[in-house]
């Protein structure tokens, strides 16, 4: 049982470098989200997906993309990263609707210098 | 813009003694309430979900309230084990929840 899937675990990216972090669900879910984890800080929604085709903003938006590839996939993308990018992002999933519990990945670690 | 608060930030406790985490948020039109647990290095596995119109939900040794009119929740974890140990972190909305930082529990054995 995969659940939700993160590539890459970890990375480190210099300063303006951009990459896209790769989140995938075997749960025939509806809904995807991205999050950042900072330290103290509680997690943070940055985009979301309510079904495949849609995407809207969440809390922390500024600096990322996402793409709705399919039903199973959700990427988050940096175009040009900046040091206050650095945090842990975690892609989750749930079968839609605001009653469902969200299903987590576990994590990419990204460092950028 | 919902505000969610968990006090206290860690907590220590001997095996066997009951836990109780608090959690608090501004505003109470809400959609649901989780309870999510949070192992080192790792993502977080949902615990308990309390939709708006309940006031409870229990699980095993788990049992979540919720209080909408005056912004709590309550998680007890009745007779803690050092599995137990992790962080414990609480979410209101629906489609964009809003975390707490968390409560870091260490059970003793």
């Known amino acids: 049982n995969a659940g939700v899937t993160q590539t890459p675990k970890f990375q480190v990216l210099k300063t303006g470098q951009s990459m896209t972090l790769q989140c995938a669900q075997d749960?025939?879910?509806?809904?995807m989200y991205w999050y950042r984890q900072d330290p103290g800080m509680g997690l943070r929604l940055i985009y979301y997906?309510?079904?495949?085709?849609?995407?809207d903003k969440g809390e922390v938006p500024n600096g990322y993309n996402v793409s709705r590839l399919n039903k199973r996939e959700f990427s988050l993308r940096l175009e040009s990263a900046a040091p206050s990018q650095t945090s842990v992002y975690f892609c989750?999933?749930?079968?839609?609707?605001?009653?469902?519990?969200?299903?987590f990945g576990d994590g990419t670690r990204l460092s950028i210098l | 813009k919902q505000e969610v608060t968990q006090i206290p930030a860690a907590l220590s406790v001997p095996e066997g003694e009951n836990l109780v985490l608090n959690c608090s948020f501004t505003?109470?039109?809400?959609?649901?309430l989780q309870w999510f647990r949070q192992d080192p290095g790792k993502g977080l596995t949902s615990l308990l979900l309390?939709?708006?119109?309940?006031r409870e939900q229990t699980s095993g040794r788990l049992n979540a309230s919720l209080d909408k009119s005056s912004g709590r929740s309550t998680l007890y974890i009745a007779a803690s084990q050092p599995g137990d140990s992790a962080t414990y972190l609480c979410?209101?909305?629906?489609?964009?929840?809003?975390f707490g930082a968390g409560t870091t529990v260490t059970v003793r054995a």
């Open positions: 989750a999933s749930s079968e839609g609707g605001g009653y469902q519990p969200q299903h």
């Open positions: 749960m025939n879910h509806n809904s």
């Open positions: 997906s309510a079904s495949e085709g849609t995407t």
């Open positions: 505003d109470s039109a809400i959609y649901n």
């Open positions: 309390i939709q708006s119109s309940q």
């Open positions: 979410a209101v909305g629906n489609y964009k929840l809003s």
